[in-house]
């Protein structure tokens, strides 16, 4: 089977530019199946038949895995057998009559305004590492980036004269997003004060830098906006991808439309923007059963 998976992982690699993230966890999803295939008697993918594919569906769900992670394994599964049909390995695919569980669809949680504004504030501009975290924030909620493509943003994708960062995101795709006068006013303040403090003279092609002059981790930032949002009174737990949600629904509430907003966020489907018009048809019924007379 190793030899097969591997030639999946690069298919999906070379033909639909997936990220290290997601074939790691195809190939992790990937090895499980086969352990348990090796533990039922040995029998090959291209032996399983549709009681395999259950069998250990139901193997899943008595180790309590959730219905996410369940469909996940499953999308893998599904991805990996249309390969091999495509291959000619197999003359029936046994998942073809499998359907995924239903998953609830939550509405992204988001932060109001004014919150955004007190979390913005919290960093103490005296310091190098203040400077940093203010220009990182502002850099996130004005342009919706992830926090892995924060992280990892170079000088070589910034525009600051004209206003944009050039943005590679998920399957290799990319975007140009504006960055606005705040988040460029706060860029540009900590390359010129803050980033030759923390660099030490080093070389490095990254913005964003720790005190030993290497790129921020992920985790780090991720304890840098929650230790931000207690200072700021936000007693809600939040992460970066609040602020990515933020920035899209606030830019809805604004008047943008989808289509602009989608490309903003680097979607490669419009329909998995619009579960922000359900936040904003939200806001809609708040406002009519404030102000209308007949409520």
């Avoid at 964003?208 to 737990?237: M, S």
């Amino acid at each position: 089977m190793r030899s097969w998976v591997d030639k999946f992982l690069t298919h999906l690699e070379l033909e639909r530019n997936l990220s290290s993230h997601t074939l790691e966890a195809y190939a992790r999803d990937l090895r499980d199946f086969q352990t348990f295939l090796q533990k039922e008697g040995g029998g090959t993918p291209e032996e399983a038949g549709t009681e395999d594919i259950l069998l250990f569906l139901e193997e899943l769900k008595r180790r309590g895995l959730s219905s996410r992670t369940l469909a996940r394994k499953l999308s893998a599964l599904k991805s990996f057998y249309r390969f091999l049909e495509l291959e000619e390995r197999i003359e029936h695919n046994p998942l073809h009559l499998i359907e995924g569980p239903r998953l609830p669809r939550n509405l992204p949680k988001v932060l109001s305004v004014e919150e955004v504004e007190r979390l913005l504030s919290a960093p103490d501009l005296s310091t190098p590492q203040g400077l940093r975290d203010r220009a990182m924030l502002e850099t996130l909620y004005a342009t919706g980036m992830r926090v892995s493509e924060l992280v990892r943003l170079t000088f070589a994708q910034l525009n600051l004269s004209a206003g944009f960062v050039r943005i590679f995101g998920k399957g290799k795709r990319e975007r140009l997003v504006p960055l606005g006068d705040l988040a460029r006013e706060y860029l540009e303040r900590y390359l010129r004060e803050a980033r030759p403090v923390l660099c030490g003279g080093k070389e490095t092609p990254y913005v964003f830098l720790n005190r030993k002059g290497a790129p921020l981790t992920r985790q780090r930032f991720w304890q840098i906006i929650r230790d931000y949002a207690r200072q700021a009174g936000i007693t809600r737990e939040i992460s970066p991808h609040v602020l990515r949600h933020s920035f899209a629904t606030h830019l809805l509430q604004g008047g943008a439309d989808l289509r602009s907003v989608q490309m903003m966020l680097g979607h490669a489907s419009l329909s998995t923007t619009q579960i922000y018009t359900h936040l904003d048809l939200r806001n809609l019924r708040a406002v009519h059963e404030k102000h209308h007379p007949r409520n």
